[in-house]
């Protein structure tokens, strides 16, 4: 077929894209456009593999991949052959809510091109690191013994190694105050479930994590938001509210900011912490980018001498999503609580997971990894905030880092149209209703500036603001 000795590889799909997502993408998008007809039969795996230099498990992964997305089908040992009618995903307006962006996004079926995502995209993950570290693992004796539950706290040479990590950035505490957890998501909610009972107000950022308020909803608890600025929570609006809803706790990111990437300045670090001094209010700073950020940037677990802090932190933002290991630092009293409810949902976490990071950590290579990776960030973030303007979409701030940019059209437009818009052309966007309590209204959207190398996205972007732009 003279179709498959395109350079499509190099001219029509962002360098960024793995070679198995530009090989499944290419052909999905030739089958819609009507250059590969239904009935036709493609190459064989080993053609595939040959015409384009992959192996024969990446071929075959390829086209398992487009049967599952219901654009080719095998036929008893006589290979693939394209469909009658693709069965393409189906988005109604009751698909864009926060469940829809926690659950689907992350399936086989949703978009291709994931700018709204928020995990470090794969050319990112600490690859090397965790192959080096399995390696050490299959070839020790420590198989056996990390099968087991192992200390409900988690392993402590990881909690060691975290202690002296948080020392680099004037961050004290001790073993004993730290409990690993199932990523940060379970570090949210052990921490909630510690410091709240049912029917308890919680004080969010608003526009703020957007799992947090599914979180809170599952637990029964009621979030009120705090306006949200460049420099961080409106401290005058948080006293007010805090004066009048007497709220337990707040729930906030003081380093680079889930959506908006900013940081909250010392400023608003210092009058919070002495709202939360005055008022009794606990606050619970996820602040699971920090080591994305230069360790000069305050933070309100910096130089904390207060019980009323929790500290939640995460390896998966630096060393890759899948790994699943979080943390939380709290007072004794919070911490023994943080423990009870570990063991009655999950018992222990895995100590597997945990080796691999403590070898990272001790290799000495993950303070190289992160000043490489913040660089990258830094690049990134000023080409897709550049991308983004020649677009036609306004960028609310530009980050000195970190994943995100929150940006939305020059002009007022339905976000949940253009999210289904952009699905229907293979794109996942996150409109910023979702990133509100009660998806109250919104016209800005998160981008990831690691999911965002891709010419297509931009062509949707220029052709929505050539259209609308003037209505």
Known sequence: ?????????????????????????????????????????????????????????????????????????????????????????????????????????????????????????EQQIFTSSIQKSLKYIAQSHLIPSLMEYGDPAGLRLLRTDIRQLLERRNIHTTES??????????????????????????????????????????????????????????????????????????????????????????????????????????????????????VSQPCLSRENKSDNILHIGSFSKTIGPGLRVGYIIASPAITQKILSYKMSISLTTPQINEMIVHNILKSGLYITHLSDLREQLFQSQKNVSNALKSSGLKVYSRPMGGLFIWARFAFDVSPLKITQMAAENNILLAPGYLFRPNQAPSQWFRFNVTLSYNKKLYSFLENITRTYSHK
């Not at 894209?17 to 090989?23: P, Q």
């Not at 950022?205 to 420099?231: F, I, M, Q, R, S």
């Not at 709220?247 to 939360?276: R, W, Y």
Request: charged residues 20%.
């Open 177 to 294: 105050a730290i409990t690993l957890t199932h990523g940060a998501s379970q570090a949210l909610e052990l921490s909630l479930r510690a410091c709240t009972q049912p029917g308890d107000i919680v004080l969010v950022d608003d526009p703020g994590y957007c799992n947090l308020y599914l979180l809170l909803e599952n637990l029964n608890l009621h979030a009120v938001g705090v306006p949200y600025t460049k420099e961080g929570p409106d401290t005058d609006a948080l006293l007010k509210i805090q004066q009048q809803t007497k709220a337990c706790v707040m729930v906030t990111t003081s380093v680079l900011h889930n959506p908006t990437g900013t940081c909250t300045s010392l400023d608003k670090i210092n009058k919070i912490k002495e709202i939360s001094k005055k008022t009794g209010l606990i606050l619970i700073e996820d602040n699971i980018f920090l080591d994305l950020a230069p």
């Open 1 to 121: 077929m003279p179709l498959f000795h395109s350079p499509f590889l190099q001219s029509e799909l962002g360098e960024k894209d793995t070679l198995t997502n530009r090989l499944i993408q290419f052909i999905q998008r030739n089958i819609e456009q009507g250059h590969i007809v239904p009935g036709e039969r493609l190459p064989s795996i080993r053609e595939l593999a040959d015409l384009y230099s992959v192996s024969h498990v990446t071929a075959a992964c390829v086209y398992n991949k487009l049967s599952e997305n219901g654009y080719v089908q095998s036929k008893n040992r006589s290979g693939y052959y394209v469909t009658k009618q693709p069965i393409l995903p189906s988005y109604t307006q009751s698909s864009f809510n926060p469940d829809w962006l926690l659950q689907h996004a992350y399936e086989d079926t949703s978009p291709h091109i994931k700018a709204g995502g928020g995990w470090l995209s």
